[in-house]
C-alpha cells in the first residue's frame, strides 16, 4: 500500500501505531505519517495545544 500510494505522488497516513515496533516498521517501509496511542490518547483541544507545546519545546533541546 506504502509503494502504490508512493507511486502515485501521494503520502501515507499509518493509523492505529501502538508500539515502538510498529512504529519503526513503518519507518523502514517509509510510511509518511503515522498516528496512534505509541504517541499520545486523544484528547480535548486545550490539552492537545500544550501538549504539542512540550513536544515542540523537547525537540528544541
Known sequence: M???A???KMSVVAE???TYTQMEF???LNCDHVQ???FARPM???Q???F???QRQSACL
Open 6 to 8: 508512493h507511486s502515485l
Open 44 to 46: 480535548p483541544w486545550g
Open 36 to 38: 496512534g496511542y505509541y
Open 16 to 18: 492505529g501505531v501502538e
Open 48 to 50: 492537545l495545544v500544550q
Open 26 to 28: 513503518l519507518r523502514q
Open 52 to 54: 504539542l507545546r512540550n
Open 2 to 4: 506504502i509503494s502504490l
